[in-house]
């Protein structure tokens, strides 16, 4: 093996100090190195979890329209930036009119799983389709697994145009959790 | 703790002969600040293919896409700047790289027998890296990409017989777009680089079957071997440290912004090849008529096999220098054509007025302090300024513009344009802009 000279098989190798010295910068560039890449690109992959999609006030129509106590669905197309891509998509809000004249809206999706739900005018009730949860005009919940009530949406009123900001919630547990 | 783990995995795995295989490959007259230049090359190569893959994370390969995911990647990612910075210098560096070690090989005389093998798969390897340079321009799909690639591809086709066959497979069709771009994509990520590191192994073993070539002096070579590990591999880690550092601080500094997006009716765009390939494009110039295809592919295929063939056709067995007068003065000559040219075509370059960026800044600030409401520039603007289509005419001194912007009235008294709070930096930026502004010619 390494003798005193530091003669290896015939080949000469540093010792001791020496050895240890190149050993440990050998080591330090390669920590620097590593380091150095491994932030900006971690960084970089994770970057999209980061950011959050701003949310713009969306205007869904004109509250004339609206009948107090009559729940109303109404489409708007939005601009969806999705990283380097736009796309336009169709949302749909419900809108309820209070005798007061103030508007609630509500998420157009069902607490529970995530299905869109229906205004039943008969029952005066939202059902959902896919596993009977059913919602009053408060969006309370009446009957069925939905665990939360219909999650609302912040809405205001400008020149009689109705402006909504577009979210979406978690579904299947207790407290609106925003996607 | 590692080494515990070490010696476990030793017990199963018998890693002390590979370590020693790997660590004390002996090294001919002692490690040498010399020898640095392959393993800088692996290492830049390494860095490019991390960060290209990271950047294939966000990008898009087609037309409609390709120059909005890079955009994205410069603005809105998390060090997306940074990565694509990176690669782009890489790019140079790896061709610096390789370049340096060439020379290294070259001025040792270490192609000479037994290792002829191991310079034609270096030849293939430098040819690799060209193939990578290239397909790699036009994947940001704009003006600069588009137009350099549309020169680049129609040099194929002036190959005689097959060449328009050439250029359409080259474009994937008749003419350069979307099957284009994925082609290019598909050659840049997934092709070149699966030979390129099956020729790089080859590479690495042939070293390793041969041995490195050491000093060129019997002389040197008889003080003996010194161990790889830990003298040669701390010379290596260093020039890596720097190479890194030199590439991040490129990245950060030396921001590359895009051009505009790729449009093919805008003929007025010219385009000006990456600096590695200038000397060509130099050369093409002075080549016209029924000549050209001697500059376009025969000097080049000439160049490339007699690179390739040279170990069998620079016979001299001597390794020093000094004893190969011929090699060395046709080695010297044709690195003083390639750099003669490339100093020509970098002048040119600077000779011909470009955009200069402050400009931009400049023009950028104009619009975003409101000039245009009372200043009309082109016949767009308001009239209650002066007209400053043609400022730099009337006023060409420097001095003027910057003393009127820090205070209109001390130079141009009764004047109501009022005070703008503007940084020494704005005022250069919109000074350069007025001076811009001048009829042509």
Redesign the interface.
């Known amino acids: 093996m390494v003798d005193e000279s530091g003669v ?7 010792v001791g100090t020496r ?1 240890s010295f ?2 440990w ?2 080591r330090m ?2 920590a ?2 590593g380091v ?2 491994a932030v ?2 971690g ?6 979890a ?2 959050r999609r701003e949310r713009p006030w969306i205007d869904v129509g004109g509250v004339d329209g609206l009948i107090a106590g009559q729940p109303k669905q109404l489409d708007h197309v939005m601009a969806v930036r999705d ?3 736009e796309s336009k998509s169709h949302k749909a809000v419900w809108a309820v009119k209070q005798p007061g004249g103030e508007v609630t809206v509500y998420s157009p999706i069902c607490t529970h799983l995530g299905c869109g739900y229906r205004w039943d005018e008969e029952k005066r009730t939202f059902q959902c389709p896919c596993h009977g949860s059913v919602y009053d005009l408060e969006g309370k919940v009446l009957e069925g697994p939905a665990p939360r009530p219909l999650d609302k949406l912040p809405s205001k009123i400008e020149n009689g145009r109705l402006l909504v900001i577009y979210k979406e919630f978690k579904s299947g547990v207790k407290s609106p959790v925003e996607l | 703790m590692f080494s515990k783990f070490y010696a476990w995995l030793d017990s199963r795995l018998r890693l002390k002969p590979v370590e020693k295989t790997l660590l ?1 490959e ?1 090294i001919p007259g ?1 490690a040498s600040w010399i020898y640095v230049f392959g393993s800088a090359t692996l290492f830049v190569f390494l ?1 490019q293919a ?2 290209g893959m ?1 950047l294939a ?2 990008y ?1 390969p087609t037309p409609d ?1 390709a120059y ?2 890079i ?2 990647i410069e603005r ?5 700047a ?2 694509r910075g990176l690669h782009h210098w890489g790019a140079s560096a790896m061709v610096v790289a390789i370049g340096l070690h060439m020379l290294q090989t070259f001025l040792y005389g270490a192609y000479k027998p037994p290792r002829e093998v191991m310079w034609m798969i270096g030849v293939m390897l430098f040819l690799l890296v060209m193939a990578f340079a290239f397909t790699g321009y036009l994947l940001p799909w704009d003006q600069t990409a588009y137009w350099a690639t549309q020169v680049g591809v129609n040099m194929a086709g002036t190959i005689p017989f097959v060449g328009d066959f050439l250029v359409k497979v080259l474009r994937g069709g008749e003419s350069l777009g979307a099957l284009t771009l994925s082609r290019f994509f598909a050659v840049h990520v997934l092709f070149l680089p699966s030979l390129l590191i099956g020729l790089i192994a080859l590479h690495l073993f042939v070293l390793r079957r041969v041995g490195p070539a050491g000093p060129w002096t019997d002389r040197r070579a008889s003080l ?4 790889f ?3 040669q ?2 010379m290596d ?2 020039v ?2 720097g190479v ?1 550092l030199v590439l ?1 601080a490129l990245a950060i500094a030396v921001p590359f912004p895009l051009t505009d997006k790729a449009n093919p009716a805008d003929t007025s765009f010219v385009p000006v090849p990456e600096w590695y390939f200038l000397f060509y494009y130099e050369l093409l110039k002075y080549v016209h008529g029924p000549l050209e295809p001697l500059a376009t592919w025969v000097l080049p295929l000439l160049v490339i096999l007699i690179m390739l063939f040279w170990p069998f056709i620079d016979r001299n067995p001597a390794r020093n220098p000094i004893r190969r007068p011929v090699a060395l003065a046709s080695g010297f000559v044709f690195l003083s054509v390639v750099f003669a040219l490339l100093g020509i075509s970098i002048s040119h370059l600077y000779a011909v007025p470009r955009a200069d960026p402050s400009i931009a800044r400049g023009k950028a600030l104009y619009a975003e302090f409101g000039c245009a409401g009372c200043h009309r520039v082109h016949g767009e603007g308001g009239a209650v300024g002066p007209d400053l289509s043609y400022i730099a005419d009337a006023r060409p001194e420097r001095e003027w513009h910057v003393k009127h912007f820090r205070d209109p009235q001390s130079v141009s008294p009764g004047s109501f344009m009022p005070k703008f709070p503007l940084t020494e930096q704005q005022l250069n930026d919109l000074t350069s802009y007025m001076l811009s502004l001048k009829r042509p010619g």
């Open positions: 290896q098989g015939g080949f000469s190798t540093p050895r190149f050993a910068v050998t560039a390669a620097v190195i150095g890449l900006p690109l960084g970089y992959l994770i970057s999209p980061l950011t990283g380097w891509a | 004390d002996p002692g860095l991390i960060t990271f994370v966000y898009a896409h909005d995911s955009q994205f809105d990612v998390l060090f997306g940074f990565v003996g071997s010194e161990t590990y830990p003298r591999v701390y880690a260093v890596m440290l890194f991040s």
